[in-house]
């Protein structure tokens, strides 16, 4: 596997001692010069993905909750081809994807994210409305539910980090949320963190001790600013902003890139094919890579060094049902 970029190279200073005079320079004055290097280092060139594989799901589906326990890979509701809200629960990954269990309710955009050894699903729509439910998934496919979130939602993304899954923003039907909510198994779930304003449908990811969130909508009107989430410290700040606003879109990430995949501005047609990399620590955002096809409301999740790419819709309204395996170039 190659990889496409820049390595940093920073030469090492020699210090050469003169008689009678000291090896090495005062504590203080080698941190500075350590400091004056490492930012004089130029930053590592985020690594471009690429297509490297397609498996083809059982039946179309847009915006599935997905996760990842190890290498196995759930997708868990979504959208059909009727805008119908499905009760599949597939295995996306390892081998070809097949179903593996049922939702006790037909739900679409439900956050998923996986922690100890299992997947769990936060909320999502119904026939009747949002849901408040946190449901357990075992590596059986059976479903439980195991606790409530605060109020019924949908429409949020939901990320690993530590040992707490995290639940970002969403929609109660009639209000976009604000919210970052904080889940462990047995515990009451509680507000980690406020956002500097309400999203839904934002790409999200963890990266390097906190949470990246990109993009979104406030159900009016797409955003442009990648957002970094501390819950140890409940901070929020604007780490950067996209080239436009973008809503709809998947987060992921390898090592320290968080990678925006896909989505859409605010015309339902507006469907992006562009992949973003997103470097954790300082914001800046390249282009790292293409779809086969403009699509929005794609789910990802990484696994192993790879992102996998699932569903999605395209600017003519139809629901795909590509599983993509995107690997760095």
Do not use: N
């Amino acid at each position: 596997m190659k990889r496409l970029g820049i390595s940093a190279t920073v030469a090492a200073a020699v210090l050469v001692a003169g008689c009678g005079g000291s090896s090495s320079p005062p504590a203080s004055t080698a941190s500075t010069a350590a400091k004056a290097r490492a930012k004089a280092a130029p930053a590592r060139r985020p690594v471009a993905l690429h297509v490297a594989g397609q498996r083809l799901l059982p039946a179309p589906v847009q915006l599935p909750g997905l996760a990842a326990v190890g290498s196995r890979v759930l997708a868990a509701g979504g959208l059909d081809t009727a805008d119908t809200s499905v009760t599949s629960v597939l295995r996306v990954a390892p081998g070809a994807p097949r179903r593996e269990g049922t939702l006790p309710v037909a739900t679409h955009d439900i956050g998923a994210a996986a922690l100890g050894g299992r997947v769990y699903l936060f909320g999502g729509g119904t026939a009747s409305g949002p849901v408040d439910t946190i449901t357990a998934v075992t590596p059986g496919g059976a479903t439980r539910v195991v606790g409530h979130l605060p109020v019924a939602l949908s429409d949020a993304a939901a990320v690993t980090l530590g040992t707490t899954i995290y639940v970002i923003g969403g929609y109660t039907t009639t209000t976009p949320l604000r919210s970052v909510l904080a889940f462990r198994p047995g515990r009451p779930v509680r507000e980690a963190a406020a956002l500097p304003h309400p999203v839904r449908y934002a790409a999200a990811a963890a990266v390097g001790g906190r949470i990246l969130v990109a993009g979104g909508t406030t159900g009016t009107a797409a955003r442009r600013e990648i957002l970094s989430v501390d819950p140890a410290t409940r901070r929020v700040r604007v780490l950067g902003r996209l080239p436009a606003p973008l809503a709809h879109a998947a987060g992921a990430s390898i090592g320290s890139t968080f990678y925006v995949i896909g989505g859409r501005g605010d015309s339902l047609s507006g469907q992006k094919r562009g992949i973003w990399a997103v470097d954790a620590r300082t914001g800046r955002h390249r282009p790292a890579g293409q779809l086969p096809v403009a699509l929005s409301d794609v789910s990802a999740v990484s696994v192993g060094g790879h992102v996998l790419v699932v569903g999605g819709r395209d600017a003519g309204g139809r629901v795909h049902a590509e599983v993509l395996e995107l690997v760095p170039r």
